[in-house]
């Protein structure tokens, strides 16, 4: 099962009983908090057998240690002192979670010897734990033993710290954070026949109760908006669609919003153009990009970000049936351009096509970020490690990238250009939705870049990250939450409003 944390934090603990976990820099003679749980020494006996040297993420486990008030002492290592970013304590509390299992209280050292730690750090260290252990069980009545399920008690979690109230205050901000995350996962994990577009619709709706506006326009609305292209997706599901506005005013009452907008396809079988059977139902997970919007607004709102944002998905189910649109048909978009289909498993840029359309045109924002698991090309390029970024704007792409680095949800800058423009040109319609299988992630951007004018525009590709990609320290679920994080951090770095108190005389 999952565990779950209660933590405090603390500028003195001695435990009494539980695991403690002590963090020590490469090359440091001792680590944090071994004159409390190692009176007798044990620590630097244990280390030198077991050739610890505090390289980073590595562990010695401590069983029973003579003298201590522990039951048990978890080393772990954090590597050189002057290499310890963000991102580390973030990878150093999942490894703690992911050693303690079976813990029923944990005692935190954190203060490291040689190592300034802040309050923003001890906060990473308990995101990192949560992160960590987060699991999606909601379907399993068993344990693996066969036994049912009891209700789980929370972990106590002290940590140890001389930043106690700086502590506090930046844990506030990362629940928020890693409360989107959670939320974006369990919408990627849930199963399509449980989470369709007015189930989804619904779970955004809850947003209100943290002050988000949210609006959710049906197919009526959509069809006098001139939606064709998003409905067209739509038509073969019995399914109604349903596009989700949702906006927080956190910012100037005249400020211009940023947007982001997400691909929220809750079952993607392809249409007309079914894809093959093996590992289709992996594509309960189309929505990731829907999900990581929602879960984007859900961080903005929690922590009262001092910016104004506006998040939209476009929520359909795309399925073969007898009204689904077929290769060869002409759909015309809210932007008036008309779209040969030559491809119905092509489905996700016609859904944000009409998203992106409607956002620009409604609300002028200052940029525009969307966010879709939409190629498998993208996957070809870049494997599960990188996602895709594509944008008519150097500056917001820098920022993109510098964002990717801060959080390690790394986006690769992908090209655009006419040449790829020319391939999506249709003999019967204004474009087609493919412009065949080279290049097909860059000419996916281009049909997306027809629909975004002149204001600042990127296109995350996020097919290889959203969902089934390699576990870390900070993620053991299918559905990875990826690009929440990457998102806050451009806002808090880019788009916030900072006051600036004026130095007294």
Not at 110 to 130: H, I, S
Not at 286 to 310: E, F, P, S, Y
Not at 448 to 473: N, Y
């Amino acid at each position: 099962m999952p565990m779950k944390f209660e933590f405090s934090f603390s500028k003195s603990h001695r435990p009494a009983g539980g695991a403690a976990v002590l963090l020590q820099v490469a090359g440091a003679k001792e680590a944090a908090g071994a004159a409390v749980v190692d009176p007798e020494g044990v620590l630097a006996k244990a280390a030198k057998i077991g050739k610890f040297t505090g390289k980073a993420l590595s562990t010695l486990d401590v069983i029973a240690p003579h003298g201590s008030p522990a039951d048990r002492i978890v080393l772990l290592g954090l590597g050189d002192a002057g290499g310890v970013g963000d991102h580390d304590w973030l990878k150093a509390g999942g490894a703690a979670a992911a050693k303690l299992r079976s813990a029923e209280k944990i005692t935190v050292f954190l203060d490291a010897p040689g190592l300034e730690v802040t309050g923003k750090a001890a906060a990473d260290f308990a995101l990192g734990m949560e992160m960590n252990a987060y699991g999606f069980e909601s379907y399993k009545t068993r344990k693996s033993d066969d036994e049912p399920k009891a209700a789980q008690k929370p972990v106590k979690v002290t940590i140890v710290t001389g930043t106690v109230i700086a502590a506090k205050k930046a844990f506030m901000t990362a629940q928020a954070v890693g409360e989107g995350v959670f939320l974006a996962r369990d919408l990627v994990n849930e199963p399509a026949n449980v989470l369709g577009p007015v189930e989804f619709a619904a779970r955004a709706k809850e947003l209100e109760r943290l002050g988000v506006d949210v609006e959710i326009l049906t197919e009526r609305e959509m069809k006098k908006l001139g939606m064709g292209a998003l409905l067209g997706v739509a038509q073969g599901s019995s399914r109604p669609p349903r596009l989700v506005v949702m906006q927080w005013k956190g910012g100037k009452a005249k400020e211009k919003p940023v947007a982001f907008i997400g691909k929220g396809v809750v079952f993607d079988t392809g249409g007309i153009s079914i894809k093959p059977a093996s590992g289709m139902e992996e594509m309960k997970g189309d929505m990731g990009g829907a999900a990581a919007v929602t879960g984007l607004m859900h961080v903005l709102a929690a922590r009262k970000a001092a910016v104004n944002a506006i998040g939209i998905i476009g929520l359909v189910e795309n399925m073969p049936d007898g009204s689904a649109q077929r290769p060869g048909d002409i759909v015309t978009s809210m932007s008036g351009q008309t779209i040969e289909v030559i491809n119905t498993d092509a489905e996700g840029r016609l859904v944000l096509g009409d998203a992106l359309w409607y956002c620009n045109d409604r609300f002028k924002p200052q940029l525009m970020i969307d966010l879709a698991t939409l190629t498998g090309a993208i996957m070809v390029a870049l494997s599960n490690h990188y996602a895709g970024l594509f944008s008519n704007d150097d500056r917001l792409a820098e920022q993109l990238l510098a964002a990717g680095l801060a959080t390690q949800e790394r986006l690769w800058r992908m090209p655009l250009g006419k040449e790829y423009d020319k391939m999506i040109d249709s003999k019967f319609a204004d474009m087609k939705n493919t412009g065949g299988r080279h290049g097909g992630s860059v000419t996916a951007a281009q049909f997306l870049k027809r629909f975004v004018k002149d204001t600042p525009w990127a296109h995350l590709d996020i097919a290889g990250t959203a969902m089934g990609s390699p576990t870390d320290e900070i993620n053991q679920s299918w559905g990875s939450g990826f690009g929440v994080r990457l998102l806050d951090q451009l806002v808090r770095a880019n788009y916030e409003i900072v006051t600036v108190r004026p130095r007294s005389e």
